[in-house]
């Protein structure tokens, strides 16, 4: 893309939306409700603005959906990113007009992407596997809190609770495959990811809900976004490890753990093993596995074609 004439840099917080138009040098503030979203919309029409905001979920869901509704062009920013920006310029201060001016400045020198709009099917299957995530958190508590304790009444407390969890997460897992299953597009990637060795139906649900440009940008791309591209640290002769970094931790954490999975047996556990007789550590090993597993998935949905044999490519 281009670089927008006019930006929009939108700070989102619980009760305000911080706004700042570039290069107008315009300052405005917005409730963030209905009134005040459509009140910026209209800004951002008025002067074909590109809008810059930071990824604050859940307060930034009405404006992105707002935004995707108007078909406006918008950027939701890696707020690590943007912060970096804003030290590499010398604004060190930090308020929310601050951020509002930084944000736009960050997307009118800057060349961003436009964030792709999310399907409601999607948006449907993120909400049901952040609740089973936070379900499972809550039972692994309850589980580390019922190790060593003598009380039988405590004891039976915390185990009443980790079954009413167990039952819950089970609901859910089953509203996560109805959810799949009863979209064509979602159901027909699904098979797809699941014929890879390792790729579980928690797995699959993930990478759907949280990885929708899968199949779409090249491997570099896919690895980076889904946090395990190796990071060079290099200068001059020093040549230090490389470590993984960024990206989506979800999605990360799924893929290792498919990978633990499908390094058991078959072609997997042969690039395993030949990363392992290089000298490689086994996390970093297990990493470099689920980076190539994800560019394996990123290939098949590309051309819609199942992994017959999950070879390490």
């Known amino acids: 893309m281009t670089l927008p004439q006019n930006t929009i840099g939108c700070d989102v917080s619980g009760q305000r939306l911080d706004v700042y138009l ?14 005040g ?62 951020d509002a001016r930084m944000l736009a400045l960050y997307g009118a020198n800057l060349d961003l992407p436009a964030t792709a709009p999310v399907s409601p099917e999607r948006l449907k299957l993120q909400g049901l596997n952040s609740r089973r995530d936070q379900l499972v958190a809550m039972r692994k508590a309850e589980r580390i809190r019922l190790n060593g304790v003598a009380d039988q009444v405590v004891v039976e ?23 799949i299953k009863e979209t064509c597009d979602l159901a027909r990637d699904a098979a797809l990811l699941r014929s890879a060795a390792g790729v579980g139906p928690v797995c699959t649900a993930i990478i759907l809900a949280s990885l929708p440009e899968l199949g779409l940008v090249d491997r570099r791309a896919i690895a980076a ?7 060079a640290r290099e200068s001059g002769l020093m040549r230090g490890k490389r470590h993984v970094q960024g990206g989506r931790k979800r999605v990360r954490d ?20 030949h990363l392992r007789s290089r000298g490689k550590a086994p996390k970093a090993a297990i990493v470099a596995i689920a980076r190539k597993l994800l560019v394996a998935l990123n290939t098949a949905i590309r051309e819609q074609r199942p992994i017959l044999n999950a070879q390490a490519t």
């Open 157 to 179: 407390s915390l185990e009443a609770v980790i079954a009413l969890l167990d039952v819950q997460i089970r609901a859910l897992e089953r509203q996560i495959a109805n959810a």
């Open 225 to 231: 976004l889904a946090g395990v591209a190796p990071i």
């Open 22 to 35: 570039h290069p107008a040098a315009r300052s405005c503030s917005f409730s963030n409700d209905p009134a």
């Open 37 to 98: 979203i459509a009140a910026l919309i209209g800004l951002a029409l008025e002067h074909r603005a590109f809008v810059v905001l930071e990824a604050t979920a859940p307060w930034d869901q009405p404006l992105v959906r707002a935004l995707e509704k108007a078909e406006l062009s918008f950027h939701r920013a890696n707020p690590r990113r943007a912060r970096d920006f804003a030290r590499s310029i010398g604004m060190l201060a930090k308020t929310d007009a601050v």
């Open 254 to 273: 799924a893929l290792y753990m498919a990978a633990l999975a499908a390094i058991r047996t078959g072609r997997w556990k042969q690039a395993y093993d």
